[in-house]
């Protein structure tokens, strides 16, 4: 049974998981003033972070429509292929709804489904999905793996500033004002669609030491069966510093690195930290 797997750029995911031939990624559109860019075709992340940081306006993000969905999914489906589709968070983005709508006017053999995470997050049901497609499981099988995996799935993350969570209305105004001031950095879990604030970091020194903390505490300081991701934006060098902590502290079934793409950027700004888990 020929299977393609298909993700919104709302799921960042690693190289070698974009690169598989069965998987295909459909822009989100970034819209920067009266310019319009599809996620990561007609922009690069590096050319982003640049205009991220030197815009005066925060950018904007649109979901990707109907009409994208119905193109890809006719497309396959003429080709002989059963469809999964793993999108973020319906709480998040109407993306879901419009690869539902493409789906209901497509085939029955199209299965969608709601990460309800964003980000990495959802990255790791994409990376799940490829481990199942790879053992040649069938749709139904993958969807419940996938179901399975639901309570196992964590994201955690720290953005080098609250500017751009200020700026849109992710954290109340007085609250970023104080954080930045006093270099506190907020260590945010995303739960059931909404980013919860779960920690605190004074300045950058600290960060990586304590995301590797507290997901170690979130899974009873046993990660051996589990797959890890982490991701940065264009600060290679905090990066670094996560990297060399989470090799000398943690012992995964998995490890693989990405960046945080630009609808997720758009939000927490271009220097960004996070690491996530699932079964």
Do not use: W
């Not at 709302?10 to 920067?32: G, M, N, Q, R, W």
């Not at 904007?60 to 968070?89: L, R, W």
């Amino acid at each position: 049974m020929k299977i393609k797997l298909i993700c919104d750029s709302l799921c960042d995911i690693p190289k070698e998981i974009e690169s598989k031939e069965y998987v295909e990624v459909v822009p989100l559109t970034v819209i920067f003033g009266n310019k319009e860019y599809k996620d990561n075709i007609d922009i690069t992340n590096e050319e982003y972070y640049e205009m991220l940081r030197t815009s005066e306006t925060l950018p904007k993000t649109s979901q990707v429509t109907y009409i994208q969905f119905k193109e890809v999914f006719d497309k396959y489906i003429e080709q002989g292929y059963h469809i999964i589709c793993i999108t973020g968070a319906a709480k998040s983005s109407g993306t879901f709804q419009s690869a539902t709508l493409a789906k209901n006017d497509t085939s029955e053999n199209i299965h969608v489904f709601d990460t309800v995470n964003l980000s990495l997050g959802s990255g790791q049901y994409v990376i799940k999905a490829c481990e199942l497609i790879e053992q040649n499981l069938n749709p139904e099988e993958v969807i419940k793996g996938l179901e399975d995996i639901k309570d196992s799935v964590r994201l955690l993350f720290v953005p080098g500033t609250l500017d751009y969570l200020k700026k849109s209305g992710r954290v109340p105004v007085a609250a970023a004002i104080i954080g930045n001031m006093l270099s506190i950095k907020p260590i945010f879990f995303f739960d059931d669609a909404e980013a919860k604030l779960i920690g605190k970091v004074r300045g950058s020194k600290h960060i990586a030491s304590k995301l590797v903390d507290t997901i170690l505490e979130m899974n009873d300081n046993n990660l051996e069966n589990k797959i890890i991701t982490i991701g940065y934006g264009d600060n290679y060098s905090d990066f670094e510093k996560l990297k060399e902590e989470v090799n000398k502290r943690i012992k995964a079934r998995r490890i693989l690195f990405t960046r945080g793409g630009s609808c997720i950027c758009s939000h927490t700004g271009p220097e960004i930290l996070a690491i996530s888990c699932s079964d």
